[in-house]
């Protein structure tokens, strides 16, 4: 996992000790933020003894009294070492108002432009300032950066996403009265989530009240992970690759064939579909939940045998991906063989168009071979699918219902999913579940796996 935002230079001779704790507890990378120009000669020192730690430069809003010509030529200087991912902490901060605001704007403006020329990210500090951060940040034409410890509003939080902003949850997060940030920390999109414990400040429960290190990251990771309803090791796929993402520290992962979120291990068998639906993720991004699922090429079934392992290590095995499995039936029905024979549970996501792909009724043939399905229905009539999914085929609304009736012959689960557009009438689509004796299950937009 990595710890984006921490303040390291504050440790000062125990240094070697909060590293040492926060490998043992699997902190991978540490960001150490830069605040005024003396911490940040110290900050850089520290990245050059210590190959896990990074460093962003620039000055803090409560310090921007002290920014001249001479510190923002400095800035430039040091935000060329190799070591170097970002310019902050940087922004304003009106509840304390150490320094008067119209010299922070200032000051955030002279950053910011700074942090453009160059190319780098910046690291975002706006406290009971929001409107005013959002407006510089838009004047400036800057969306590249964090808004690091969020403490807005979720609509707030929208804004800020909307201009192309991570949001990193703090260790705020567990305190129990913490509605507004849990609300917050519960709707980010996984592309937009990353995670920092701001130490030696704010440390989390159970640590609450002590002095905070970044080996204490892990129990933000918990409550982040119990709010989105997934794993710790999801989470910290998640924020790392964020991470990587905004600050490039490390190569971004390529496309997976087999990935696992929570204990389902999932199979991309294609990026090709015979849908273009309008809310589908992958026409926006390459990722699911930290996962990239750009595939370079498609795998064969030798290679998803080996990535599988011992199926029985899964609650299921799912073939899904970014697109429609049952473009490779062949490659199913030989993966999923191998699968049951070898004690393994197997589902196929699927947006019903099988019999269509390939000119026949293909279920029989998956008799014994998947025990569960999962069909996109989408809509309630074909006129709102045709609009919703743009089909290949006109009349594949009717296609989809007649897969459902047949999947309910051959496949032992079998299960519609609708995603909550406005268009789509959800209790029409719940009656449709109900006369053809299947569950649904209705997917929010934006959550995916
Ligand atoms: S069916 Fe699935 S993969 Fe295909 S376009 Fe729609 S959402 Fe995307």
Known sequence: MIDSHCHLEMFGEEIPEIIKNASAAGITKILTIGSNIESIEETIRITEQYPMVYATVGIHPHETKSLNDEVLKKIFELSRHPK????????????????????????????????????LPVVIHSREAFDDTISILKENNINKGVMHCFSGSLSQAKKAIKLGFFISISGVVTFKNAKKIKEVAKYVPDDYLMIETDAPYLAPEPMRGKRNEP????????????????????????????????????????GEIAYKIRNSLYLNVTNRCTNVCKFCIR????????????????????????????????????????????????????????????GGYVRVNTNGHGNMIHNRKILPELAGLIDAVSISLNAHDKETYNKICNPFKPDAYE?????????????????????????????????????????????HLDEVG
């Open 215 to 254: 080996a204490f990251l892990s129990y933000t990771a918990k409550a982040l992970a119990e709010l989105r309803g997934i794993t710790i090791e999801d989470i910290d796929r998640i924020t790392t690759l964020n991470a990587n993402r905004l600050f490039k520290i490390e190569n971004l992962p390529k």
């Open 399 to 443: 296609e989809v219902i007649e897969f459902i009736k047949d999947a309910k012959k051959y496949i032992p689960s079998v299960q519609i999913t609708v995603v909550d557009l406005k268009e789509v009438d959800i209790k029409k689509c719940e009656e449709i579940a109900s006369s053809l004796d299947v569950k649904i299950k209705i997917r």
């Open 84 to 119: 170097v991912v970002g310019i902050g902490e940087i922004g304003l901060d009106y509840h304390y108002e150490y320094s008067p605001r119209k010299v922070q704007q200032e000051a955030f403006i002279l950053q910011l432009n700074l942090a453009r020329d160059i190319g």
């Open 283 to 342: 026409f926006h991004t390459d990722y699911v939940k930290g996962h990239n699922l750009r595939l370079e090429r498609e795998p064969s079934a030798k290679e998803l045998i080996e990535a599988i392992g011992d199926p029985k290590k899964y609650k299921e095995i799912v073939f899904c991906g970014y697109g429609e499995p049952f473009l490779r039936l062949d490659l199913i029905k030989e993966v999923a063989k191998w699968v049951k024979e070898n």
